[in-house]
């Protein structure tokens, strides 16, 4: 069974630095990327960035770039998130998932979600 | 950047037809996803590639994608579909676009 578990929920402070996980099983952890999916209180779904394990290939959404860095630790099949600066604008649900191939296929298996609150 | 627009709101008495459409510019030469979310929990993916249902999703279930629209058709909606919908396209290889989401209510 393909599962995508991630790490707790998180409350920082602003300025902080964060690391979020998705640790995979399941399947070949090397053969489907990775997305990061933040939703913001009350709203949409929105595309952080992307990895593909085998390569780390890192790809970001504009509206990230330079917000976040997307990594993977493949002898752990893990897949992380991380802040450097955490603003209270960050304070979201953050969910993993799972997609085999870029522009073709959707994101066909999702973590339990990271709640991330940020604040003083 | 790409956008792709949702009506806010669909509304549909059990048992009947629901249409939601996704609007973008030439979307039809796109795949596009849909994913249903209920209140508290994960996205699930009820269509892809346009049409494609995966395992385990109803048949009561469809879409089509042509032009600047694709529409997610629920046939004999019934309380439990209830929540809220979005489609998804790519922009390139790169930029994963989300529409803004569509609450369905029954």
């Known amino acids: 069974e393909v599962q995508l578990v991630q790490s707790g929920a998180e409350v920082r402070n602003p300025g902080e630095s964060l690391r979020i996980s998705c640790k995979a099983s399941?399947?070949?952890?090397?053969?489907?990327?990775i997305a990061w999916v933040r939703q913001l209180p009350g709203k949409g779904l929105e595309c952080v960035g992307i990895?593909?394990?085998?390569?780390?290939?890192?790809r970001y959404s504009q509206s990230f770039l330079g917000q976040v860095s997307i990594s993977v630790d493949k002898s752990a099949n893990t897949a992380y998130l991380q802040w450097t600066n955490l603003k209270a604008s960050d304070s979201a649900m953050y969910y993993c998932?799972?997609?085999?191939?870029?522009?073709?296929?959707?994101?066909?298996?999702w973590g339990q979600g990271t709640l991330v609150t940020v604040s003083s | 950047s790409y956008e792709l627009t949702q009506p806010p709101s669909v509304s549909v008495s059990p048992g009947q037809t629901a249409t939601i459409t996704c609007s973008g510019d030439?979307?039809?030469?796109?795949?596009t996803s849909w994913y249903y979310q209920k209140s508290g929990q994960s996205p699930v993916v009820v269509i892809f590639?346009?049409?494609e249902r995966p395992s385990g999703i109803p048949e009561r279930f469809s879409g089509s994608n042509s032009g600047n629209t694709a529409t997610l058709t629920i046939s004999g909606t019934q309380a439990l579909d209830e929540g809220e919908y979005y489609c998804?396209?790519?922009?390139?290889?790169?930029?994963?676009?989300f529409g803004g989401g569509t609450k369905l209510t029954v």
């Open positions: 998932a799972r997609f085999r191939q870029t522009e073709i296929h959707p994101f066909e298996n």
């Open positions: 399941g399947y070949t952890f090397t053969n489907y990327w």
């Open positions: 990895i593909y394990p085998l390569d780390s290939d890192t």
């Open positions: 030439k979307l039809g030469d796109k795949y």
């Open positions: 590639q346009d049409s």
């Open positions: 998804q396209a790519w922009d390139g290889d790169t930029d994963v676009v």
